[in-house]
């Protein structure tokens, strides 16, 4: 299993702040798109992917959001039908189920809480996990070693906050995909690639 987090210091953080359009509702557009290049492969759910959404906006900041849909099942009983147009309505309407002191699975594999973005880092961390944070300036993602299950963090429009970015240094390796500033949604279809590269040669 490989994750993502994904930060955003202005994405809501309740379900009445997500406006029609996304670019203004705190950049949520970004998060979206970040969904969809995680999970998504053609005509197929990925079941090898966990996705963290973290998201620092108003009004209530942080909430975690995770996302590992179940896949196998029935839909509407074992598992919701997710699509690339169902995305922000399934975002919101967790956004909406937030309970204040709960970890609340809104639907199969959708949970979301109250959490800073350091400290899901560091629950992490602290299970031993290999943490990369992918950045322009990081070693080639080409050439370093990804360790078995590993977990890439990823900035949103403006980049990770520098007081965060030097903490997670501590904690994880930094690893770019190139010189070029990608979107993060760009960053995570190439991530996903050269880790399914690496699994079909049987390297990971
Ligand atoms: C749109 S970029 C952020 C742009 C921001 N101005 C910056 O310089 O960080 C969003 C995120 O994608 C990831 N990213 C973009 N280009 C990358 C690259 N060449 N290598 C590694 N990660 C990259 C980083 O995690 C970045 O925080």
Redesign the pocket.
Known sequence: MREFIYYSRTAPTSGGYVKQDLMKSGRLDIAIHSVIAALFLSHKMRDDVKLHLVFAGAPDPTKHLELQPVVEGKTGVDKIYLNKSNVENIIKRMLYKHKPGEKNEVFPGYWIEKKGFLEVVKELYAKDRNIY????K?QDLREVNIEKNPIF????????PSKEFKRLKQMCTP??????????SH?IAVVNNEIDRREERGEL
């Open positions: 944070i992918l950045d322009d990081g963090i990823l900035g949103d429009h403006i980049g990770l690893v770019s995909i190139g010189k070029k500033t990608y979107f993060a960053t």
